[in-house]
């Protein structure tokens, strides 16, 4: 019947429905179909645009890693060449016996040895200590000598030298001096290797070989 009564109209009045119905249709389908999918694509578009520049970041980064690699290696061995000259903190009581039986090797008599108070520093610490020693400048010389053969860094100074007044052979000198050992700090020492340029202070010191 609709269809009918439509061919009954006159030709452009049948042309308007026509174009009125593809109206209806095109708009339907462009709300309901056409423009979702053009939002999904735009989506899927942003997401692979994000997705290629974080695998062009990641691109470089690979190519950077050997490099990171080395950086991380040379850290590591410079740390454990660190550990080895700077006690950590529980092993200051052996140097100290070291030192002590170094002194007696050296036949130093021994009057004063006062350890001091640790003094903090970026990774490590300062352990001094007070000697006064009486004995021999030979004596003295062969102490000096076999402190620096030894594997910790251990620093003398203010080293003061003065005549005995009653000297004998064996006792014609007093020495005095501050030995300063340095104590490795890990956490410290570790919060410096995260660090990007990756470089430590090392502290003033004579290292034995």
Do not use: W
């Not at 009581?93 to 004063?112: C, M, W, Y």
Request: with cysteine; aromatic share 8%; charged share 25%.
């Amino acid at each position: 019947m609709a269809d009918s009564s439509v061919s009954k109209l006159p030709l452009l009045a049948q042309l308007g429905i026509s174009i009125g119905l593809g109206v209806v249709v095109l708009g339907g389908f462009y709300y309901f179909v056409y423009k979702d999918m053009v939002e999904e694509a735009e989506k899927k578009t942003s997401q692979l645009e994000t997705l290629k520049k974080d695998i062009g970041q990641l691109e470089v980064i690979t190519a950077k890693l050997p490099d990171f690699q080395r950086e991380v290696s040379v850290l590591e061995m410079k740390l454990e060449t660190l550990k080895r000259i700077l006690p950590p903190e529980k092993e200051t009581p052996d140097l100290v016996r070291k030192l002590q039986n170094l002194a007696a090797e050296s036949q130093l008599r021994i009057k004063q040895f006062n350890p001091g108070s640790m003094v903090s520093r970026d990774f490590y610490q300062e352990f001094p200590i007070n000697l006064e020693v009486d004995g021999t400048y030979h004596n003295l010389a062969s102490f000096f000598d076999r402190m620096s053969r030894l594997t910790r860094v251990v620093n003398a100074a203010g080293l003061k030298i003065a005549a005995k007044a009653d000297q004998t052979p064996s006792l014609s000198i007093t020495a005095q001096c501050t030995a300063t050992t340095y104590v490795y700090v890990e956490a410290a020492a570790a919060a410096l290797v995260d660090d990007k340029t990756g470089k430590k202070r090392q502290p003033i010191g004579k290292a034995a070989q």
